[in-house]
């Protein structure tokens, strides 16, 4: 039989169904699409063997004068420099304290854990203290104390504990000296948006949302507080103890025990109801306090911790706190959350109501606490870096790579520094130092639309005056400033609802300020990427780009993307380009998943699309190194990786895939009966025997799920492949999983012929 050559569209089309769709490709992963073809992507490696504190979200190369090549590694609990695959802590310093005598309370006998007296310490779980001057206490050297620690809880606004990792030998024992200095570190951050409960924000009339099931054993009225369940063996009543101090402030609780505690739910610890969304490692997280019209109290150590169970009956919510086999006779409330009390007939249906939401319920529908995000550049040879909506900072080269950041507005001749902004942004070409949501001046308040910029070639000076260029400007279209970025000729500046574009002009003005679109919007501060005079970013609903005006992108993955993505976790969405391949991609969390697990990535020159899975958190560009750097994630450590390196992700084979649309003979009312491939790829291995496997998958009609018809092996030498795949509808997957192994996919002929109708 004559052969069929099968040509595919390059790029990745998930506009339309995949018969629909017939000789494209569907889907992918960890492939590139160069001149029409598909090929597998290089490798990635990492940059250094140490891992860094955090998860990273921004990347930043610059060089000094001396010739050294630096890159910037703001994290969600430090900030780094890394120089020669070594990564220099400047995390700044928040505040310095001399604490007073014998500051330090060992725990139990064993224990590396010390209570620290710190009066006004501002302190927060998971924050980083250094001390110094401590003296040995109960069998802890000075080598256990006098090092960074990490606050495990904090006990009061005048006490913390941390671990020394240390063992103390009684237990108990105060100590530590007459001259111990702490330093602080700033405030760590969230890793991923958080989400706080928030009032009337549930759904009317009240839903809930998981729940085990039962009927009741008798009919109850109004009063009732002993309840008879058919079964209540499902109803949980779980108690443990607080394993330290509870402040009214605190957003954990440490549990001595919270292994049968529910995912989430409500507990009590004396008079207080407390609900929690997380339960993790004997840790209950992401708190609402004085839920349920109580009030914030502190808790010691020690204190009881009960389960506040809730039942649905009718539109009757009921508390309870214990029962005696299937009957609920402890702490019942009836009428909780706003609900009446009633009378309930025998046989109802009781419903767990644990996960409630209602009106005027508490709802996990707004955000609390924002991931920490980094906004750094450099000016000259020094960095200066802004946490969002927090202070500014700045990094002096001269001082070498063991000095800390410090407060911009603390650094010599400082005159009216910005102490808040949402970023910081250096306009290389007029050497001027641009924070936008800043504070005004003369004021601690932030301004979410106000724009502020030093004086030209002077980071410190933003105080205007007739003889320097330092000003403001304060946008007029949105209620607050989401990002910007440097291009060639301009800065753009996104609002929640418009795009500006700020422009040098020199005195009188400095800058001038044009509207360049009322109804423009970026769906995270970091999902914007400039290439050359091209500018490409995402919003909620597509891919833009701007070349001196405003366009969409043409995108075939755009369903697949939106159609399934977490938007409670896109502030940490992130753009970037691999200029090595004229590619731009955004890194997003899909609908099941808060942290990035999923890429969209697209070919500006072929005008191609892609897709994959792959878990990164910052990239920066080649330039200043010879490799793209991004980072990611292995377990709980956090690398910087060197991509487009090699064949394997950091030694480890790359599963690696592409996948056709179904593809007919005719309008498919034929079967296709598909006996040989003539491969058509350039496959690079040290190995003459590595392969990769040509996969036909079959159905029958566009309802059938796919199912692998054959699998064929190909090396650099196959000629040939045969196989015995009959279907009305065929798709070809090309798939590897060698290490060693690199390939570029060609055009496809198959042996194909008509077989009949039935």
């Not at 009106?359 to 550049?377: K, N, Y």
């Not at 003889?467 to 753009?492: M, P």
């Not at 609002?495 to 003005?509: E, Q």
């Not at 369903?559 to 200029?579: E, H, M, P, T, W």
């Amino acid at each position: 039989m004559p052969l069929t050559k099968v040509q595919f569209r390059p790029g990745i089309n998930r506009e339309s169904t995949s018969y629909a769709d017939q000789q494209g490709w569907f889907d992918s992963d960890l492939i590139r699409f160069r001149k029409g073809h598909p090929e597998k992507i290089g490798g990635w490696t990492k940059i250094s063997g140490s891992s860094v504190l955090g998860t990273v979200r921004s990347l930043k190369n610059w060089v000094t004068l001396s010739a050294l090549k630096l890159m910037g590694v703001g994290t969600t609990s430090k900030f780094y420099i890394e120089q020669g695959s070594t990564y220099n802590d400047i995390t700044p310093i928040r505040s310095t304290a001399t604490l007073g005598t014998n500051p330090f309370t060992t725990g139990s006998a064993g224990s590396g854990e010390i209570t620290v007296v710190a009066a006004g310490h501002g302190a927060a779980v998971g924050d980083y203290v250094t001390f110094s001057g401590a003296t040995t206490v109960d069998g802890l050297t000075t080598a256990d104390l006098n090092k960074e620690q990490v606050i495990t809880s904090v006990v009061s606004a005048a006490s913390y504990t941390v671990d020394t990792g240390g063992s103390a030998t009684s237990g108990a024992t105060a100590g530590g000296g007459s001259a111990v200095i702490a330093n602080y570190q700033i405030h760590v951050g969230g890793a991923a948006v958080s989400l706080s409960p928030g009032w009337g924000a549930g759904y009317f009339g009240g839903e809930t949302l998981t729940y085990s099931l039962t009927t009741l054993n008798g009919a109850i009225n109004a009063s009732v507080t002993s309840i008879v369940l058919t079964s209540g063996s499902d109803f949980e009543t779980v108690a443990s103890t607080t394993s330290a101090a509870v402040a009214v402030v605190d957003t954990v609780i440490n549990v001595a025990d919270s292994s049968s505690f529910p995912a989430k739910g409500t507990v009590k610890i004396n008079s207080e109801n407390i609900i929690y969304e997380t339960n993790v490692g004997n840790v209950l997280g992401f708190l609402t306090r004085a839920a349920d019209g109580t009030t914030a109290a502190i808790h010691a150590s020690s204190d009881a911790v009960t389960f506040v169970g809730l039942i649905q009956i009718d539109d009757e919510l009921i508390q309870y706190t214990g029962k005696s086999t299937h009957t609920l006779n402890a702490g019942v409330v009836r009428g909780a959350r706003g609900t009446t009390a009633a009378a309930h007939s025998d046989g109802a249906t009781v419903k767990e109501a644990n996960d409630f939401i209602g009106w005027g319920d508490v709802s996990s529908q707004f955000t609390s606490g924002e991931a920490r995000l980094w906004s750094q550049d450099n000016f000259g040879e020094d960095l200066i870096l802004n946490v969002r909506n927090d202070n500014i900072y700045y990094w002096d080269a001269t001082l070498g790579l063991s000095n800390r950041a410090s407060a911009l507005s603390a650094q010599a001749g400082a005159s009216g520094a910005p102490t808040i902004a949402r970023q910081v942004v250096v306009s290389d070409t007029d050497r001027h130092v641009i924070c936008l949501g800043a504070n005004t001046i003369g004021t601690t308040v932030q301004d979410l639309l106000l724009v502020r910029w030093s004086d030209q070639e002077n980071a410190v000076d933003w105080t205007p005056t007739a003889t320097n260029t330092a000003g403001s400007q304060r946008l007029s279209s949105g209620s607050e400033i989401i990002t910007a970025i440097e291009t060639r000729q301009e800065l753009l500046i996104w609002t929640d609802a418009s795009l500006y574009s700020m422009r040098y002009v020199g005195p009188p003005f400095t800058f001038s300020f044009n509207l360049l679109a009322s109804n423009a919007s970026i769906i995270a501060p970091n999902a914007v990427v400039s290439v050359g005079d091209r500018v490409f970013w995402m919003d909620t609903e597509n891919f833009f780009m701007y070349a001196g005006q405003i366009q969409p992108i043409p995108c075939t993955v755009l369903k697949y993307v939106f159609d399934d993505i977490n938007l409670d976790q896109s502030l940490s969405f992130f753009a970037g380009s691999n200029r090595m391949f004229d590619e731009v991609f955004w890194f997003y969390c899909s609908s099941d998943s808060d942290t990035i697990d999923r890429y969209a990535k697209y070919n500006y020159v072929d005008n191609t699309w892609d897709i994959g899975l792959l878990s990164r958190t910052a990239w920066v560009d080649f330039g200043l190194q010879d490799k793209p750097r991004a980072a990611g994630a292995v377990g709980s450590s956090n690398f910087i990786y060197a991509h487009e390196t090699g064949t394997t992700a950091d030694g480890s084979a790359m599963s690696t895939f592409i996948e056709s649309s179904v593809f007919s003979i005719g309008d498919g009312d034929h079967f296709a009966f598909v006996s040989r491939i003539i491969p058509d790829i350039d496959i690079t291995s040290s190995d003459s025997t590595t392969s990769v496997n040509y996969v036909l998958k079959t159905r029958n009609y566009p309802g059938d799920s796919l199912t692998t018809s054959s699998t064929s092996p190909v090396t650099s030498t196959t000629q040939q492949a045969d196989v015995r795949s009959r279907a009305r509808s065929i798709a070809l997957r090309v798939e590897s999983s060698a290490a060693d192994i690199q390939w570029e996919l060609g055009d496809v002929r198959l042996e194909i012929r008509p077989d009949g109708r039935r």
